[in-house]
C-alpha cells in the first residue's frame, strides 16, 4: 500500500479538485458605508439542474483512528460540496481527479491550517470528511434535488491508501 503525503492546502494544488475558501489573497471591496470587507465570491455553488436547490447544513464528525486505510472514495455528480470549518480548526482532504471512477495513484491528502474551507467540484472523488480533533463542526453548502447525488467507489485491497496522522 501506498501512504499518502499529507500536502499543505493551497489554492493553486487543490485547484483541479474544486476552490479553497480563504480570505488570505481572495478578491475584496469594501462594502457597509467602508466598515465590512467582503471577499466575494470564493467557491461556486454547482448545480446540475435548474431545480436542484444550494443548501446549507452543519455537519458534525468524529474523528477517525490513525493511520487511516482509506478503502472507498466518494464523489457527488450532480452537485458541488463545501466544508468551511466552525471551530477554527485544521482538518484533512483525500481527492482523486475527475473520471469515471478514482486511480489509487493520484489519490492526494491536504491538510488545511484551520481557517480554510474547501469546495470540490461536481464530481470530484474525495473521502468524506476527516477531522483531526476528537469532534469538529462544518458549515457545509451543497446540493438538494431529485437523483442520486452520490456514488461510492471501493478500492480493492492492493490499492488501498495509509493516511498517517498528520504531524
Same mark, same amino acid.
Given at each position: 500500500?501506498r501512504t499518502?503525503v499529507?500536502e499543505p492546502?493551497?489554492?493553486?494544488a487543490? +485547484? *483541479?479538485? @474544486? /476552490?479553497?475558501i480563504?480570505?488570505?489573497?481572495s478578491?475584496?471591496?469594501?462594502? !457597509?458605508n467602508?466598515?465590512?470587507?467582503r471577499f ?5 455553488v454547482?448545480?446540475a ?6 443548501i ?5 464528525a468524529?474523528?477517525?483512528d490513525?493511520p487511516?486505510t ?7 455528480p450532480l452537485?458541488s460540496?463545501a466544508?468551511?470549518?466552525l471551530l477554527?480548526n485544521?482538518?484533512l482532504?483525500?481527492? +482523486? *481527479?475527475? @473520471? /469515471?471512477?478514482?486511480v489509487?495513484?493520484l489519490?492526494?491528502?491536504f491538510?488545511? !491550517?484551520?481557517r480554510?474551507?474547501?469546495?470540490y467540484?461536481r ?10 480533533e476528537k ?10 434535488g431529485?437523483g442520486?447525488?452520490c456514488?461510492?467507489h ?13 504531524q
Amino acid at each position: 500500500m501506498r501512504t499518502l503525503v499529507i500536502e499543505p492546502l493551497t489554492k493553486e494544488a487543490f +485547484a *483541479p479538485f @474544486g /476552490d479553497v475558501i480563504e480570505t488570505d489573497g481572495s478578491d475584496h471591496f469594501m462594502i !457597509n458605508n467602508g466598515s465590512t470587507m467582503r471577499f466575494h465570491k470564493l467557491a461556486t455553488v454547482e448545480t446540475a439542474k435548474p431545480e436542484d436547490n444550494a443548501i446549507i447544513s452543519i455537519f458534525r464528525a468524529d474523528a477517525q483512528d490513525m493511520p487511516l486505510t482509506v478503502c472507498m472514495l466518494e464523489r457527488h455528480p450532480l452537485g458541488s460540496q463545501a466544508f468551511i470549518p466552525l471551530l477554527g480548526n485544521p482538518f484533512l482532504i483525500v481527492v +482523486a *481527479p475527475l @473520471g /469515471d471512477e478514482p486511480v489509487s495513484g493520484l489519490v492526494r491528502a491536504f491538510v488545511t !491550517n484551520g481557517r480554510q474551507g474547501i469546495n470540490y467540484h461536481r464530481g470530484v472523488w474525495h473521502h468524506p470528511v476527516l477531522t483531526i480533533e476528537k469532534r469538529d463542526d462544518f458549515l457545509v453548502v451543497d446540493r438538494s434535488g431529485t437523483g442520486n447525488n452520490c456514488d461510492e467507489h471501493f478500492f480493492k485491497e492492493d490499492e488501498r491508501l495509509i493516511l498517517a496522522p498528520h504531524q
